[in-house]
């Protein structure tokens, strides 16, 4: 007979409150504060009126995590670290390199960047110098950035660099640095022996397939600075991106594998709890001590503790909400990571209704594989409304491919942490083992390649309050329902069939693409890509994004099977990377200014092989139901355009076309900056007067106040790539457009943006 859980969910409630209470105090917004502490008063209220001891701890910890989250905040707060800061002022500062860094290559106009973390110790500006200690993020970019990525942690530099304010919601300072770091002391002892494992974990791997080379770093360590672009969504619409984002899974991997090492050397007792809460230390160390790292160590000690011999369903959920309390009380901004929220509900997940599953499945499957199946169904239902919430879509395929890579993941973790610890004594036994976890990795990268190709791997689902709603009611119905289907093969196998041949068909996504869509901007990234429809099935396109996927995936769901004419703004990357998507789609013009400018964009504009005309002022273009009217067009860049680079002067040098159909019209400006828009304000005036604008330069800070304002647009959109190195769109920037009455919408939070005319007004539709 199966043991069902402690059904006493107080101990979650407790855990609840306490993260909620420091998600509170650490928003810095009053209101937030006084909300949390009015929810104190009315449970101490309640505690006094119902003599409830329950009650009475609950309004305890409201009160102590609240107050512990307002003082950490009010800390980093205040200081004449965070008046420079605010100030944006210019200092040299020494900082000490702490955790994981981020580097992204050059690609087209975007320069090469890195960020990491760090401890800020000393720092020099107008005229006096303070020694700190408080957290920053460091951010290079340019021909500076190579120097920062070879720089290991631990290492204290000093360099040149202008201040700026913590993102909202975090704790660290931005140091923006200004010039190559200069080494004052290299990492100390523990700081290189962390160092040397993972580098020569990185160099054992480096004989294997790209996929395999990339991904036993990444499984291993958490580091994914070898994934490129492309295997990374795949893993994403597969869910498999919990396998490299150093999990409580691979925790527990590594746990299982020195318990089973240290009982067959003979360690038993307090010496083998020692033995595991040193191998729980060394991982926290190896993988930089990140945030993430924390969490999962927490969630993997949690996990260890209620799967081990003789614990109870119960017991497992009470160690986890002692877990989320410890841990948001020494990290109070880990309240705040959706990676802290997805481990905490995938762990709970597991132990609330895994084991119930798995007891159902193993009545007539092997006990391996009942674990393996239920334990990814489990965390997917647990996390799936959050899931839903950051990407706007369902991953279909996320149980298959998490069930089939499964039984890899074990061996990959544990070759992979023989290679790092080998590398330090013996490179050749390293590469031997990283061999060994690279087929196990690279049958993973297969898995995510073949998943993520399947036409019905994920099913888009807009991010509103309703949809959420449903998800949420459907993963309550699959908890009540899961224990009676799983039980039986007759109800789980016809399910399962009806599952794996929905993979083979193209799902619809509710209210996507709205039936009378005038304008689409296309969720390209760090680009442009808009689609004006012109009836049956064609489309004026302007501009073409960074990437021919994520263009070719636009078109696709809009059924758009032909597009007679391209508007190109300018040449560069993330305006015409996508133009190869379009072979084969019935272009007859390319419309681009005289400008020919990098000529790495000119050469992609010339392989599409359609025949190009050159735009100018006044040209009116009718395609279909679209009227394109080009309002200005530069006849040469400014002086200082850069060639292969962005410049301004290319920027400037964007096209200006409006377009109306289907009753909306739209104003489009490519990358024009201030100056240009100046220009633009002044030959143009009256007639950029609009529905809808394209807000220039993906929302960047060169706004011309009165340029945007002469649109007076009802909608304003911003194509912009999530988490891009330029700080686009600038808060700035979408004030001033709020503050004209527009409605603002962005591609890197709500996805593919389209306005249709319903009657007398526009319709924003988001999340295509």
């Given at each position: 007979m199966s043991e069902r859980p402690d059904t006493d969910a107080r101990p979650l409630v407790l855990a609840a409150a306490g993260w909620a209470a420091m998600w509170l105090a650490t928003s810095a917004d009053p209101r937030w504060c006084a909300a949390g502490g009015a929810g104190a008063l009315a449970c101490a209220a309640w505690a006094w009126w119902r003599r409830s001891a329950f009650w009475l701890a609950l309004a305890v910890v409201l009160v102590a995590f609240g107050a512990t989250g307002a003082w950490r905040s009010g800390a980093l707060a205040t200081g004449p670290v965070v008046e420079l800061a605010a100030d944006r002022a210019s200092v040299v500062a020494r900082v000490r390199l702490e955790g994981a860094s981020r580097v992204r290559e050059a690609s087209g106009v975007r320069p090469p960047w890195w960020q990491g973390g760090g401890r800020l110790l000393a720092v020099e500006g107008r005229g006096a110098a303070w020694s700190t200690?408080?957290?920053?993020?460091?951010?290079?970019?340019?021909?500076?950035?190579?120097?920062?990525?070879?720089?290991?942690?631990?290492?204290?530099?000093?360099?040149?660099?202008?201040?700026?304010?913590?993102d909202p919601g975090g704790a660290d300072v931005v140091v923006r640095a200004r010039e190559p770091p200069e080494v004052v002391a290299p990492p100390s002892g523990p700081d290189a022996a962390v160092a040397a494992v993972r580098a020569g974990l990185r160099a054992a791997a480096a004989p294997l397939d790209p996929d395999a080379r990339a991904l036993v770093p990444a499984?291993?360590?958490g580091d994914t600075s070898g994934m490129s672009d492309d295997l990374a969504e795949r893993f994403r619409i597969c869910g498999l991106t919990h396998l490299t984002a150093v999990s409580g899974a691979n925790l527990t991997l590594l746990l299982v594998f020195l318990r089973g090492v240290a009982v067959v050397v003979g360690v038993r007792g307090r010496w083998l709890t020692g033995v595991l809460l040193a191998g729980v230390a060394a991982f926290v160390a190896v993988c930089l001590g990140e945030p993430s790292v924390v969490r999962a160590?927490?969630?993997?000690?949690?996990?260890?503790?209620?799967?081990?011999?003789?614990?109870?369903?119960?017991r497992g959920v009470r160690h986890l909400a002692t877990a989320v309390l410890v841990v948001v009380l020494l990290d109070p901004w880990l309240s705040r990571s959706v990676g802290f929220g997805l481990s905490a509900l995938a762990t709970f997940g597991l132990l609330w209704w895994g084991r119930r599953w798995t007891e159902a499945l193993a009545r007539w499957l092997p006990r391996p594989v009942a674990e393996s199946i239920a334990g990814a169904l489990a965390a997917q239902v647990a996390t799936e409304p959050v899931v839903v919430w950051l990407a706007g879509r369902v991953s279909v395929v996320g149980v298959l491919a998490n069930v089939v890579a499964a039984p890899l993941v074990g061996p990959a973790t544990v070759l992979g942490v023989a290679a790092a610890l080998a590398s330090v004594v013996w490179l050749p036994a390293a590469v031997a083992c990283a061999w060994?976890?690279?087929?196990?990795?690279?049958?993973?990268?297969?898995?995510?390649?073949?998943?993520?190709?399947?036409?019905?791997?994920?099913?888009?689902?807009?991010?509103?309050?309703?949809?959420?709603?449903?998800?949420?009611?459907?993963?309550?119905?699959?908890?009540v329902l899961a224990p009676r289907v799983l039980a039986r093969p007759w109800t789980c196998v016809p399910v399962a069939v009806a599952?794996?041949?929905?993979?083979?068909?193209?799902?619809?996504?509710?209210?996507?693409?709205?039936?009378?869509?005038?304008?689409v901007v296309c969720d390209v990234g760090q680009?442009?890509?808009?689609?004006?429809?012109?009836?049956?099935?064609?489309?004026?396109?302007?501009?073409?994004?960074?990437?021919?996927?994520?263009?070719?995936?636009?078109?696709?769901?809009?059924?758009?099977?032909?597009?007679?004419?391209?508007?190109?703004?300018?040449?560069?990357?993330?305006?015409?990377?996508?133009?190869?998507?379009?072979t084969g789609a019935g272009v007859r013009t390319i419309l681009t200014s005289?400008?020919?400018?990098?000529?790495?964009?000119?050469?992609?504009?010339?392989?599409?092989?359609?025949?190009?005309?050159?735009?100018?002022?006044?040209?009116?273009?009718?395609?279909?139901?679209?009227?394109?009217?080009?309002?200005?067009?530069?006849a040469q860049a400014g002086p200082d355009a850069a060639g292969e680079g962005e410049s301004s002067g290319e920027n400037d040098a964007s096209l200006l076309v409006r377009a109306d159909t289907g009753g909306v019209s739209v104003l489009l400006a490519g990358d024009v900056e201030t100056g240009g828009q100046d220009a633009r304000l002044r030959t143009v005036g009256a007639g950029l007067d609009v529905d809808v604008l394209l807000v220039p330069h993906h929302g960047s800070a060169r706004q011309s106040p009165g340029f945007l304002a002469a649109t007076t647009p009802q909608v304003a959109l911003v194509s912009v790539g999530e988490g891009n190195g330029y700080g686009h769109p600038a808060a700035r920037t979408l004030a001033e457009v709020g503050r004209l009455g527009a409605s603002v919408a962005r591609t890197d939070e709500q996805g593919s943006l389209a306005v249709s005319r319903v009657g007398d007004r526009l319709e924003l539709t988001t999340g295509g």
């Open positions: 200690g408080v957290p920053v993020s460091v951010v290079a970019s340019g021909e500076d950035a190579a120097a920062w990525a070879a720089l290991a942690p631990g290492t204290v530099v000093e360099t040149r660099a202008r201040l700026a304010p913590a499984l291993v360590l160590a927490a969630m993997g000690v949690v996990g260890m503790a209620a799967l081990g011999r003789g614990s109870r369903p119960g060994l976890a690279g087929w196990c990795a690279q049958a993973i990268a297969w898995v995510a390649r073949l998943g993520s190709a399947l036409p019905g791997a994920a099913l888009d689902w807009p991010a509103t309050p309703v949809t959420l709603a449903l998800v949420v009611a459907a993963c309550a119905v699959t908890v599952l794996v041949v929905s993979l083979g068909v193209v799902p619809p996504r509710p209210g996507w693409p709205p039936p009378s869509w005038a304008v680009g442009d890509a808009t689609l004006l429809n012109a009836g049956g099935g064609a489309a004026v396109l302007v501009d073409a994004g960074p990437d021919p996927g994520a263009l070719a995936r636009c078109l696709t769901r809009l059924g758009v099977r032909s597009v007679p004419l391209v508007v190109v703004t300018h040449l560069h990357a993330d305006h015409v990377g996508g133009l190869p998507a379009l005289a400008v020919r400018t990098p000529a790495s964009g000119d050469a992609l504009v010339t392989a599409l092989g359609a025949p190009r005309a050159e735009a100018a002022a006044g040209q009116v273009w009718t395609v279909g139901a679209v009227r394109l009217t080009v309002l200005a067009s530069p």
